[in-house]
Nanobody, 124 residues
Framework: QVQLVESGGGLVQAGGSLKLSCVASGGTFSNYAMGWFRQAPGKERAFVAT????????YYADFVKGRFTISRDNAKNTVYLQMNNLKPEDTAVYSCAAILSKAKNPPMHEYDYWGQGTQVTVSS
């Protein structure tokens, strides 16, 4: 059983930056691809970014390309999401998830473990 705990959310003005972290425990972190997802009020959960087990390959939703960067440190059992040039429409609860898969961009419903999420609020 893998436990995931996110941190780093908060309130930021439009154009600002935040870096989210997700620490994993209870499993072999490097076995898992990791993803970030978000859910805005009144909307369904949406894919943001994913990274493979080694950290070499990342894949992004179109609406964050060029602004967000996913990375991981397997020695620290941690995946990160660097978010730059934030917009009010980025306001959401951001959650990380883990999956035992080598697929480039696994479907959201196939992720095995989920964190509780961290709130990101971007003011205009």
């Amino acid at each position: 059983q893998v436990q995931l705990v996110e941190s780093g959310g908060g309130l930021v003005q439009a154009g600002g930056s935040l870096k989210l972290s997700c620490v994993a425990s209870g499993g072999t972190f490097s076995n898992y691809a990791m993803g970030w997802f978000r859910q805005a009020p009144g909307k369904e959960r949406a894919f943001v970014a994913t990274i493979n087990w080694s950290g070499i390959s990342g894949y992004y939703a179109d609406f964050v390309k060029g602004r967000f960067t996913i990375s991981r440190d397997n020695a620290k059992n941690t995946v990160y999401l660097q978010m730059n040039n934030l917009k009010p429409e980025d306001t959401a609860v951001y959650s990380c998830a883990a999956i035992l898969s080598k697929a480039k961009n696994p479907p959201m419903h196939e992720y095995d473990y989920w964190g509780q999420g961290t709130q990101v609020t971007v003011s205009s």
